[in-house]
């Protein structure tokens, strides 16, 4: 079974522009929830879709949106770009949210460099 | 809310030694707890995770971690280091209430000198 793909794999962008990352879950998976990861602030949490509602949401401006369509593939949006916002995001997917014991499998993840 | 404290972000080992790496967690409430590894240019993959049931979970590639309620811990162990450990490892909590919410720790930097 394919595990979780994200496209691009790498992207650079320049201040001001907006990107859009896609996420494809595991066959099957419903669930997908993203993640930004830097140097500075770890691994935080952005979001979690699960049939195209957002379920969860991290500390993030509004800036950082994303949208889950009915086969379960994600995708989120940065606009007006800065140059924090430069990262690793990473996508994970899930069966279910199932209470939170669920395991989440995680794609390579897009990394994103903003000039 | 939860956290997640991991002591020490570099450990160094040599071969075939014990690999011992230390997480805390605080929560209100019972926690599900998470070990995943990273490897250069990847994404993150899980070792273990403690759900309920019994506290000594064993994962993949020889490692194991105990939850210990009294402690607020979940350390993650392997008897012997291997090079190919060498990576960075995460633990990370969520709650029962929080769906598929990670709150992840800082990392530790695993390196196994030969």
């Known amino acids: 079974k394919a595990g979780v793909t994200q496209t691009p794999r790498y992207l650079i962008k320049t201040r001001g522009q907006q990107v859009t990352l896609s996420c494809s879950p595991i066959?099957?998976?419903?669930?997908v929830s993203w993640y930004q990861q830097t140097p500075g602030q770890g691994l935080q949490f952005l979001f979690e879709?699960?049939?195209?509602?957002?379920?969860n949401k991290g500390n993030f401006p509004g800036r950082f949106s994303g949208r889950q369509f009915s086969n379960s593939r994600s995708e989120m949006n940065v606009s007006t770009l800065e140059l924090g916002d430069s990262a690793l995001y990473l996508c994970?997917?899930?069966?279910?949210?199932?209470?939170?014991?669920?395991?989440?499998?995680f794609g390579p993840g897009t990394r994103l460099l903003v000039l | 809310a939860q956290s997640v404290t991991q002591l020490g972000s570099h450990v160094s080992v040599s071969e075939g030694a014990l690999v011992l790496l230390r997480c805390n967690y605080s929560?209100?409430?019972?926690?599900?707890l998470f070990w995943y590894v990273q490897y250069p240019n990847q994404g993150l993959q899980l070792l273990l995770k403690?759900?309920?049931?019994?506290?000594l979970v064993k994962g993949i590639n020889g490692f194991e971690a105990e939850f210990k309620k009294s402690e607020t811990s979940f350390h993650l162990t392997k008897p012997s280091a291997h090079m190919s450990d060498a990576a960075e490892y995460f633990c990370?909590?969520?709650?029962?209430?929080?769906?598929?919410?990670?709150?992840f720790g800082g990392g530790t930097r695993l390196m196994v000198k030969p």
């Open positions: 994970a997917s899930s069966l279910a949210p199932s209470g939170g014991a669920e395991t989440q499998y």
């Open positions: 066959s099957g998976h419903r669930s």
């Open positions: 879709y699960f049939s195209e509602t957002q379920r």
């Open positions: 929560s209100s409430v019972p926690p599900y």
């Open positions: 403690y759900t309920t049931g019994a506290t």
């Open positions: 990370a909590v969520t709650l029962n209430n929080a769906g598929n919410m990670l709150t």
